[in-house]
């Protein structure tokens, strides 16, 4: 069954937007998977793909590989987006799982 995926840009646990994002879940025709392993991804280092595709890295190209669409809610921090999206996204601009991604 095609899913969204979802994620929240903010790690605070009453963060509005992930608030925004479990209220998406919730009321949605469409299934909803919420992802929340931004904060283990580790900082972008294209060296550590030279020995091994760190587990969490492997497991959000996966998420992102099986999804029709991707929702996220975030916040804006000076004029853009908190440094653990830009990480996620960072993992994922080579790789190729995100351009096709609605």
């Known amino acids: 069954m095609p899913h969204l995926l979802a994620l929240s840009g903010s790690l605070r646990a009453g963060s509005s937007n ?23 991804l580790p900082p972008f280092n294209p060296d550590l793909e030279a020995v091994e595709t760190p587990i ?3 497991a959000w190209r996966r998420e992102l590989s099986v999804c029709a669409g991707v929702l996220i809610s975030s ?6 987006v908190p440094g653990v999206l830009k990480n996620a996204l960072d993992w994922v601009v080579g790789s190729g799982q995100f351009m096709h991604v609605l």
Do not use: M
């Open 18 to 40: 992930g608030a925004i994002i479990d209220a998406a879940a919730r009321v949605s025709t469409l299934k909803v998977v919420v992802f929340d392993g931004l904060a283990g």
């Open 56 to 58: 969490a890295v492997a």
């Open 75 to 80: 916040p804006e921090y000076a004029h853009g």
